[in-house]
Structures are given as structure tokens and as C-alpha cells.
């Protein structure tokens, strides 16, 4: 079955650090967009941080704290976490989108706006991630 995976979410103090990893369970996964979201309830989901085979972007919220990357042997998506604040937590989720979807250079067209083929996005189930002061 084609599916992600998170892991790595936790409590920690504000100002300490988490790596969340994220496995992809198909072969064709460096064909793929992925980005990392984030959630709290009662408001929208929001994107984090997104990579494709041109580079990398972040929202303005996590710039030079978060840093996302992959690994293509190992088929999984990373983002390390660092100075975290209380207003990081929330259930973090991966997710992936064919790069066939995507204007070339566009990942903030999804990430940020969401502005693609819905039903080509595939999620992870989130794992929680929370910060106290």
C-alpha cells in the first residue's frame, strides 16, 4: 500500500530540539514533492517546510529554525527542528504530491496555498509535537 509514515514527535522544553522522520512505502518516491504541515486544533492546517529536486522552501514562521531534506536511499523525508517555541505545537503530518502536479519551481503553489489536485496528495497519519515553555 502507498503510504507515510511520521515518527518522532515528543514534549520538549522552548529552545530544544526534535527530528521528525518520515518513511514512504512506494519505490517511485523521488518522483515525488514532500512537505511537512502542521495542525492544532480548531484551525487550519498549515505548511511548514517543502522540498523537491530544486531546492527547498519554509514559511516565514520556521525560517532558520526548521530544515527540511531526504534521503532517496532510504526513501524518507526529515525535518529537524531547532529552538522550538510554544507556538510549534501541534500534530505534524508529511506529505507527498506527484511532481507532475506542481509548475516546476512551485512548491509554494502547494505547501502554502494548497493549490493543487487534491486527490493526488497522499498523508501521513501526524505525530504530535509538543512544546512547553
Known amino acids: 500500500a502507498i503510504q507515510l509514515v511520521e515518527s518522532g514527535g515528543g514534549s520538549v522544553e522552548a529552545g530544544g530540539s526534535l527530528r521528525l522522520s518520515c518513511v514512504a512505502s512506494w519505490h517511485t518516491y523521488s518522483h515525488y514533492c514532500m512537505a511537512w504541515f502542521r495542525q492544532v486544533p480548531g484551525q487550519k492546517r498549515e505548511g511548514v517546510a517543502a522540498i523537491d529536486s530544486d531546492g527547498t522552501s519554509y514559511a516565514d514562521s520556521v525560517k532558520d529554525r526548521f530544515t527540511i531534506s531526504r534521503d532517496y536511499d532510504k526513501n524518507t523525508l526529515y525535518l529537524q527542528m531547532n529552538g522550538l517555541k510554544p507556538e510549534d505545537t501541534a500534530m505534524y503530518y508529511c506529505?507527498?504530491?506527484?511532481?507532475?502536479?506542481?509548475?516546476?519551481?512551485?512548491?509554494?503553489?502547494?505547501?502554502?496555498?494548497?493549490?493543487?489536485?487534491?486527490?493526488?496528495?497522499?498523508w501521513g497519519q501526524g505525530t504530535l509535537v509538543n512544546v512547553s515553555t
Open positions: 506529505a507527498a504530491v506527484p511532481s507532475f502536479a506542481l509548475s516546476a519551481g512551485d512548491l509554494d503553489s502547494w505547501y502554502l496555498t494548497r493549490q493543487v489536485d487534491r486527490r493526488l496528495e497522499i
